[in-house]
């Protein structure tokens, strides 16, 4: 699904402030201590840049290159590749939910419409006025057996139903 | 067990015995349930004698493919030249299929001693566990797992790593998965070279799915031929094997069942049949990558990796996908195609266009704007789709397409013809 409805970033590059300091610089070399290659630690380092700033920008891709050697270019090659990381900013609360065919026939897309109404995201993909909410539609989040699973930033909600999600959207505000 | 449900007695609970009791997932718990036992047991042996008695005891690869895993463990170099490589696929992102995420949820130890089993056999140096990003619990579950045993020693001087995928189906594919764990891009690799010669970082490597692993441990301690013994059908295909069943049925969740199992036992009995007033339709029986079986099919297939090719589908990863009366297959395939055509890594022509077509042409007949060539047309992209990439994944989406027409046509006809209320597509 597309995230169109973004503002573009506001921070410029001279307001620009490194992620990988000190201490992260720390938790970066223990990651590289578990492969033979610099490159290997790519997936991880972008996950560290994702959990302290919420997402991922050019900027943010370029440190990255340089720590590990790498060239921007090639960085954001990885990163357009994997949907988890996200390159425009998102609501404070993040909602995946699954919508393939086994949580399809179970009732998922109502479970979206409820989480678009109850969140004001509205739209999915666009964040809801309040910044609070972006809500996003995936494929397969390998939990059939409990439809419809709803992942809200890394809280794995199982056999979500329309009328249970006023409850968690509450829960989270 | 009948994961989230309680054990039903025709189930074999050998992988799922523990599903449910938190204190399994610790390391004291394990070693009181036995646990680590078995990897002692095969630290003491010569790896060759490993690989041995895992090739007598029938264990096929539990990912999908069903490749025989000793023999898989073979084919690595058995004089070392270089580092070896062990990759564990936790990928699991099958339409379908859960069952990863219960072993690891549950019984982490049990994948942690397998892979360090397979590490021993195989003598590899490293091990990296590739987890799905959005598998936050496991991922979490299995850290604490892996500190836990490794600062009780158990893996000597094994070094195991979780590695942390980042939303993408094609990882599942193993050389993909060996790239993403390089710092790439999912792209699948051509073969050869196979792993085992040049796998990950360029260096031998074999790829095990973590129900495959998990399965190890037992064989070790009960023997080859116990594990042999458990087979209800074809001799080819031994052990038991959790089967995630979802869709229609009244309790969906894991269940375990030595092979050979009826499927019509498993969804009528295990998984209490169809919601009331509701009949089966179709099933898919091993993940949304395998042909689609009807009513009479699936009432009369044997699940195991013979049985269910005779009814002219795949054991696959045993994802078992059940559709009632009231499952629209032309919308349901319609989002089949688009879960492929979403993750399609688009290297190949024929999957990234391929794909992409299937969808939009399925979504054209929903509509109601649907040609009589349409379905002539699906059935010629299929085939233009299948045997021609670098990877199945465009196979993958055919398959449920060409099924689909086959045995469903009427309702295809039916949107085409106009005599169905068009359905718009989001």
Redesign the interface.
Known sequence: MSAGAHSSPSVGPEEYQPVFTEQMLEQLQEILARYPTKQAALLPALWLVQRARGWISDRHMAEVAEVLGLTPAYVKGVVTFYTMYHQHPVGRHFVQVCTTSPCNICGAEAVVQALLTATGAKELGATSPDGKWTVIEVECLGACGFATPVLVDDDFIESVTPEKVPEIVRKYK | MGYPHKPHPKETVLLSRYFGEADARTYKGWVKRGGYAALEQARAMEPARVIDIVKESGLRGRGGAGFPTGLKWSFMPKEKKK?HYLCVNAD???????KD?EIMRWTPHALLEGTAIAAHAIQADVAYIYI??????PLAIMEKALTDARSAGVFGDL?I?L???????ICGEETALMN???????NPRIKPPFPAAAGV?GMPTTINNVETLAAVPPILTKGAAWYKSLSLSSPKSTGTKLF?????VQQ???YEVTLGFPLKDLVYELCGGMRPGRTLKACIPGG?SVPILDRAETESCLLDYEGVVERGSMLGSG?V?V?DD??DMV??IM??A??YA??S?AQCTQCREGTAWTTKILERILAGQGKPADLDLLLDLAENMTGKTICVLSDSCAAPVVSGIKKFRSEFEEYIAGRRQPVLVA
Do not use: D
């Open positions: 580092p699991e992102s099958e339409p379908g299929t859960f995420r799905r990003g959005e598998f936050t619990e070094k790593h590695h942390r995928g980042a939303g993408a189906y993403s764990i390089e710092g790439k891009r999912g970082f995630s069943v979802c869709g229609h969906p969740g894991n949304s994802g996908i559709f009231s499952a919308y349901q989002r089949l688009r879960f979403h993750e890594c």
